[in-house]
């Protein structure tokens, strides 16, 4: 999988000059989107589909600040998929490769009225595609 490319924007850094701690978290919602059109399922298509997939908990471990036109590379990875939840991790590195932050967030896929879907029975193809990168059966 390729990586996501943010550039920090000048309005994501606070007085100090440091990127505030909140952006990571808006990072990592771009990286994920752009890692579920790569795996063929992007957020548009998913919504058609009739899937709703709203975030149920955001990790983060800050390991280095970034600043203003620092280019942070994301890794997105699929920890954990259970047919209903799905677990990402995210490895943000700067541009000299050192970890910058490492950060987890949880999904589940619902349908429009808020229930539950089954992947396994009702969306077999993104289910067999989350199933492989998440290294489970």
Same mark, same amino acid.
Request: one cysteine or more; charged letters at 30%; aromatic letters at 10%.
């Given at each position: 999988?390729?990586?996501?490319?943010?550039?920090?924007?000048?309005?994501?850094?606070?007085?100090?000059?440091?990127?505030?701690?909140?952006?990571?978290?808006?990072?990592?919602?771009?990286?994920?989107?752009?890692?579920?059109?790569?795996?063929?399922?992007?957020?548009?298509?998913?919504?058609?589909?009739?899937? /709703?997939?709203?975030?149920?908990? /955001?990790?983060?471990?800050?390991?280095?600040?970034?600043?203003?036109?620092?280019?942070?590379?994301?890794? /997105?990875? /699929?920890?954990?998929?259970?047919?209903?939840?799905?677990?990402?991790?995210?490895?943000?590195?700067?541009?000299?490769?050192?970890?910058?932050?490492?950060?987890?967030?949880?999904?589940?896929?619902?349908?429009?009225?808020?229930?539950?879907?089954?992947?396994?029975?009702?969306?077999?193809?993104?289910?067999?595609?989350?199933?492989?990168?998440?290294?489970?059966?």
């Amino acid at each position: 999988m390729k990586e996501y490319i943010h550039i920090v924007q000048y309005y994501e850094t606070d007085r100090m000059g440091i990127t505030h701690h909140s952006n990571y978290i808006r990072w990592m919602e771009e990286a994920r989107v752009d890692f579920l059109a790569e795996i063929g399922f992007p957020y548009d298509k998913l919504e058609e589909m009739g899937i /709703v997939s709203p975030v149920l908990g /955001v990790s983060c471990d800050y390991k280095k600040t970034s600043t203003f036109a620092d280019r942070i590379s994301i890794k /997105v990875t /699929v920890k954990e998929y259970k047919g209903v939840k799905l677990y990402l991790s995210y490895e943000m590195k700067n541009e000299v490769g050192d970890v910058v932050c490492l950060a987890t967030s949880s999904h589940a896929f619902l349908n429009k009225e808020g229930r539950p879907l089954r992947m396994k029975k009702e969306y077999p193809e993104l289910h067999n595609v989350l199933t492989e990168l998440a290294g489970s059966d």
